[in-house]
C-alpha cells in the first residue's frame, strides 16, 4: 500500500476550475495505477476516471468527458485531476486511490478533499 494525500480542493462559482492533487508516499508511485474517486452527500462512492502506469492509458467516467482530465507526474509522485466548468453537481469529497493490479478493487486511499461548487 501506498499513504495519498490529497490537496487543491474548496469553494468554486459554477463554471469555474479546480486542480486537485494526489501525492504519494513512496517513490515507488510510477508503479501504480490511479484513480479519482468522489462521493455527494447522501450518496455512494462514484468513478470519475483512472491512469494507467506511465499514463498509457485513461478511463474517464461517460457524464465527465470533456470536462475532467487526469494526469500524473511521476518525478513528483503526484496524480493530478483538472476539473473545468463545474456544476454544483460536482460538490463532492474527490478520493484518489491507487492499486499496483490493473484490474480489481484500490488498496489504497487519499483522505479526501473538498470541493463544493456554488450556483
Known amino acids: 500500500q501506498v499513504q495519498l494525500d490529497e490537496s487543491g480542493g474548496g469553494l468554486v462559482q459554477a463554471g469555474g476550475s479546480l486542480r486537485l492533487s494526489c501525492v504519494a508516499s513512496r517513490r515507488s508511485f510510477s508503479m501504480y495505477n490511479m484513480a479519482w474517486f468522489r462521493q455527494a452527500p447522501g450518496k455512494g462512492r462514484e468513478f470519475v476516471v483512472r491512469i494507467s502506469r506511465l499514463g498509457i492509458t485513461t478511463d474517464y467516467a461517460d457524464s465527465l468527458k470533456g470536462r475532467f482530465t487526469i494526469s500524473r507526474d511521476d518525478a513528483k509522485n503526484t496524480a493530478y485531476l483538472q476539473m473545468n466548468n463545474l456544476k454544483p453537481e460536482d460538490t463532492a469529497v474527490y478520493y484518489c486511490?491507487?492499486?499496483?493490479?490493473?484490474?480489481?478493487?484500490?488498496?489504497?486511499w487519499g483522505q479526501g478533499t473538498q470541493v463544493t461548487v456554488s450556483s
Open positions: 486511490a491507487a492499486r499496483i493490479a490493473t484490474t480489481g478493487q484500490y488498496d489504497s
